[in-house]
């Protein structure tokens, strides 16, 4: 069961929530307060989505270390470089 809750806002927050409301992008603070929410939910959702791919990767990463399966920082900024040098020819 949910408990209705009370929330008293700072000053600032009061300020952006009614300049959102000025400026014609919400009718009112509900409106306001309902996409500050869902935005975020969203942001919460990919940050946990990103910390999984991360741990996802470092696993990868551990496994071929563990194989011996290493590159030598030389060849990895190389391969970085020509990357690039790529990339800025292409947009010639």
């Known amino acids: 069961m949910l408990i209705p809750m009370a929330i008293v806002l700072k000053p600032e927050q009061e300020r952006f929530i009614q300049s959102q409301i000025d ?3 919400f009718s009112n603070a509900e409106q306001v307060i309902d996409t500050a929410f869902r935005l975020l939910e969203q942001h919460s959702t990919e940050y946990t989505q990103w910390v999984s791919a991360v741990r996802e990767k470092v696993t990868i990463a551990r496994d071929e270390v563990a194989r ?3 590159l030598d920082g030389e ?3 190389t391969d970085i470089l020509e990357r690039f040098r790529q990339a800025k020819v292409a947009k010639r």
């Open 68 to 70: 011996g399966e290493l």
């Open 75 to 77: 060849t990895v900024v």
């Open 23 to 25: 400026a014609g992008q």
